[in-house]
């Protein structure tokens, strides 16, 4: 009888800590059924019987405790951790949920599907203790089976916190409001959860749109705070189709030319989409009376709806450029090209921008990428001067953001109240994530020195009385107007000379004087950084020290020629920035010695001037862009607590914004635009289309017959074969048999002018080049052979054209081995055939005026960009599909 009582008292733990424990608890001694509490136990996998209480199947001990904390409460405080997590797992849960969810159904039956939906659903609102037994019994039953059956007091060795019985009571009674809010006593049958998970998700999606960027009221102050993407694999990551969409044309008639085009795309579209909505349910509250015809109502409601487009992200821009804008907008908005008569009048906030303005600043104040095509001389001034005001502004506001982080930072640090040292970690790392790997944030590419001293110029006016400029006198002596009169005071030159140098460059043309005069800075080897300070106050034309608690007119420091690593924008020309990335002084690509990481964090991406880049190397142009971005090398002075999330992610490119500005659409400029613009905001396309009465052919001044031959070719690769394929099967054999003279061959591509040179040299033909790359003796030399009729042919490339404007005297017959890029070459070329021609053949004293003209232009229908210039769109779309390969114009 001894032994069989001895065996029903259960022993007592071992260890000294263990017993003392035990002895507070009084729990090892005490009776009870060890089959009640397995059955307390759930199986992993399983839901509860519905309608079972919770509280009396778990812990059927729990009122014989004596205040102390116990396993159990040690378990609802775990419970609570756990709660406050779920919501950070659930965005994750609802996309593989979305996943698996027709499949479980599919391979599971009816009851094993409710059970899993039941579970799915208690782990999803983080509330059911079956889910959470499951995660701390574990997954396996043999291992639930063995912690079953070993002694309990192995969880009892931890360390306890001590509670009091009225907050285990507390906890217990949020347990069951917990178990009764989240339903896990209830059969949620396959319907029911589809419906409800459903409903949250769109919860989620909802709650997202709340937080996308397209709903930020300042655009500028939401672009430092966007999340990282999803983790994408490699082709959605280089498609991005999904998050940029296709793009369609938006209404533009209202407020520009007829012949702009303008196309947007992703979240831009949408919130065009949105304010096209917004101002039609305003427009239906309107009286009904004296209401204009539909058409007219149509424009005026579009032209509301730009003006509100483009005024709401101004109320957000910087009140040092606010208060500048105006007064430094209203040249542009007197002589707008685009715009209406009204528009030089600057009352009301519809006049803050001209009509182009409207229609670039919404794209860019947003963050879209834009692509503008539609550049001329006319509208320059107003395109430079808004994206001065949008660089300056992302700028400012960038420096803004990290100078008040800083300053609450050393604050929080300095501080000796516990609760403000906490902040720094309570609310989260991403409260002060402002920067990138480096500090540069804009990237500015222009072909020349005269290019970047206009627009550093346009900031400084911009900036006002604000500006404090260092380095301002070297930048004017460095990349200012140059003054050749200096130069020349020693050498006595007469005044015939003069004028005849004038009239020379006025043949060249005003384009071709604003970019290649006599006084202009026309160097194309630059690279300067420049850095801007704001809040700093200006005291006798110094800088003084930061004030910081000042936010009236302070003024902003602008120092040029500063280090790349400490400055805020580059601006640099393509060839000057590829060589000083590449490594090397030959501009080869040299990964070891290559040092790309000042372009790592590059927010804003300008590409100004791209028809006049085009002509310099457009490969530099994609070799900078390649390098945009990229994880650095170098980390030794990176604060990553500061780094913006999506640059640790390695997202920055889709977050980075590409401004591509040209004259003209170009095959290579949209290839690169496809190729670099990957945000996500969407795209802003604004091209322009050429009339039939606006082609660069109407200006032909000569009465000749103009043919155009289209060459046959299935594939872009082909076509610069087939193009010389039928020069050298159809035009050269002809030039050589009648021995024609006065030939002029205007080639655009350097590469093609090397395979027709082959060309003519195998078939010992008699002709001189005039390239970009020849002596100023050679060029003279074959002009006048070409002139006296000593050579038959004369090689004019495009690349020459531009930037010399020679006037080829003696040519009598053209041909255009291809379509010149810039449209006004084509007239340009073939009105040199009525110069003034005084001179005669020196073989046969033939007067070189009187002999017939002639002008044979190849294309291909991938030279569709080129042919509309020249002949406009509906000639040009009728010469590219039609079957007839052979078309001529007659002036």
């Known amino acids: 009888m001894g032994a069989k009582s001895k065996s029903k008292v259960k022993k007592g733990p071992k260890g000294k800590k263990a017993r003392a424990k035990a002895k507070l608890e009084q729990v090892w001694g005490e009776a009870f059924d060890e089959d009640v509490r397995k059955a307390s136990r759930v199986r992993a996998g399983k839901s509860r019987t519905p309608g079972k209480k919770v509280e009396d199947a778990v812990d059927p001990l729990s009122n014989r405790r004596r205040g102390v904390a116990t396993t159990f409460d040690k378990f609802l405080d775990r419970k609570e951790k756990y709660d406050s997590g779920v919501q950070q797992r659930q965005r994750h849960f609802y996309h593989e949920r979305k996943n698996r969810k027709e499949d479980q159904y599919a391979s599971s039956d009816e009851s094993s599907g409710e059970d899993d939906s039941d579970d799915d659903t208690n782990e999803l609102n983080g509330g059911s203790f079956s889910t959470l037994l499951k995660r701390i019994s574990g997954p396996k039953k043999s291992q639930r089976e063995i912690a079953l059956d070993s002694d309990d007091d192995a969880s009892d060795s931890d360390e306890d916190s001590a509670e009091s019985d009225s907050e285990s009571n507390s906890s217990e009674e949020s347990k069951d409001s917990d178990a009764e809010m989240d339903g896990s006593g209830d059969d949620i049958s396959e319907d029911e959860f589809s419906s409800k998970d459903e409903e949250r998700q769109q919860e989620v999606l909802d709650n997202q749109q709340k937080n996308s960027p397209s709903a930020v009221n300042d655009p500028y102050e939401a672009h430092f705070s966007k999340p990282p993407l999803p983790q994408l694999d490699s082709l959605q990551s280089v498609q991005m189709v999904p998050l940029t969409g296709n793009d369609r044309k938006v209404p533009t008639a209202s407020i520009t030319n007829s012949s702009v085009d303008v196309h947007m795309s992703g979240a831009l579209l949408e919130s065009w989409d949105l304010a096209m909505a917004n101002s039609t349910c305003g427009d239906n509250t309107a009286p009904n009376n004296e209401k204009p015809p539909k058409k007219k109502q149509g424009n005026i409601h579009a032209k509301n709806v730009w003006g509100d487009f483009a005024s709401a992200p101004y109320q957000h821009v910087r009140e040092v450029l606010a208060r500048n804008w105006k007064s430094f907008n209203k040249p542009v908005l007197k002589r707008s090209s685009m715009g209406t008569e009204d528009e030089a009048s600057d009352d009301g906030p519809g006049k803050l921008f001209s009509s182009f303005q409207s229609v670039m600043y919404p794209g860019l104040s947003r963050y879209a990428d834009v692509l503008v095509t539609s550049e001329s001389r006319q509208n320059r001034n107003e395109v430079d001067s808004i994206l001065s005001m949008h660089i300056l ?35 989260g790392d991403d409260k002060w994530r402002d920067q990138g790997y480096t500090r540069p944030k804009v990237l500015i590419l222009l072909p020349t020195r005269g290019t970047c001293w206009q627009i550093v110029q346009k900031m400084i006016q911009l900036l006002g009385d604000a500006a404090i400029v260092d380095n301002g006198d070297r930048f004017d002596n460095e990349y200012g107007p140059l003054n050749p009169g200096d130069a020349d005071d020693s050498d006595d030159e007469d005044d015939n000379a003069k004028a005849r140098r004038a009239a020379v460059l006025k043949q060249k043309g005003v384009e071709w004087n604003e970019l290649f005069g006599d006084d202009v800075n026309n160097d194309d080897d630059f690279k300067m950084g420049m850095s801007l ?56 690509d040299d990964e070891d010695e290559a040092d790309v990481d000042f372009l790592s964090s590059i927010d804003i991406c300008l590409v100004a001037r791209g028809d006049v880049l085009l002509m310099q190397n457009w490969d530099h142009v994609n070799g900078i862009l390649n390098s945009l971005n990229q994880q650095p090398k170098k980390i030794t002075d990176i604060d990553f607590s500061r780094v913006r999330n999506y640059f640790l992610e390695g997202q920055g490119a889709h977050w980075r914004q590409l401004i591509v500005v040209s004259q003209f659409t170009d095959p290579y400029i949209l290839s690169t635009y496809r190729r670099h613009a990957k945000n996500i905001e969407g795209q802003l396309k604004i091209r322009q289309k050429v009339s039939t009465d606006d082609a660069s052919i109407c200006d032909v001044m000569v009465r000749v017959k103009q043919v155009f031959q289209r060459v046959s070719c299935q594939t872009v690769s082909e076509a610069r074969a087939n193009r010389l394929r039928y020069f050298s099967d159809n035009i050269l054999p002809k030039l050589i048999r009648l021995k024609q003279r006065h030939t002029l061959i205007y080639i655009p591509s350097y590469f093609d002018f090397i395979a027709v040179r082959n060309l003519l040299l195998k078939s010992e033909a008699d002709f001189v ?66 110069e003034e021609l005084s001179s005669v053949d020196g073989d046969d004293d033939v007067d070189i005026s009187r002999m017939p003209m002639s002008c044979l232009s190849l294309f291909t229908k991938f030279d569709a960009h080129q042919l509309e210039r020249i002949v406009g769109l509906s000639h040009a779309m009728r010469m590219i599909k039609a079957e007839k390969s052979s078309y001529m114009f007659c002036s």
């Open 533 to 588: 300070t704001p809040n700093v106050v200006k005291s006798a034309g110094k800088k003084k020290t930061k004030h910081a608690g000042y936010t009236g007119a302070s003024g902003v420091n602008m120092k040029l020629f500063a280090d790349f690593y400490r400055s805020d924008i580059i601006l640099a020309s393509p060839i000057a920035l590829q060589m000083a990335t590449s490594g090397n002084e030959d501009g080869e």
């Open 769 to 834: 080049s005039v390239t970009e790359y020849a002596r100023v003796s050679e060029v003279s030399r074959g002009r006048a052979r070409f002139l006296q009729g000593r050579k038959s042919i004369m090689l004019y490339t495009g690349r020459a054209h531009f930037f010399l404007r020679h006037k080829i005297k003696g040519a009598r017959h053209v041909i255009f081995f291809g379509l010149p890029e810039h449209s006004e070459f084509y007239p340009a070329v073939v009105n040199m055939f009525i």
């Open 393 to 427: 502004n992302h700028v400012l506001t960038s420096r803004t953001r990290v100078q008040r982080h800083n300053r609450r930072i050393k604050e929080l640090t300095n501080s000796d109240d516990n609760t403000a040292k906490h902040e720094l970690t309570d609310e």
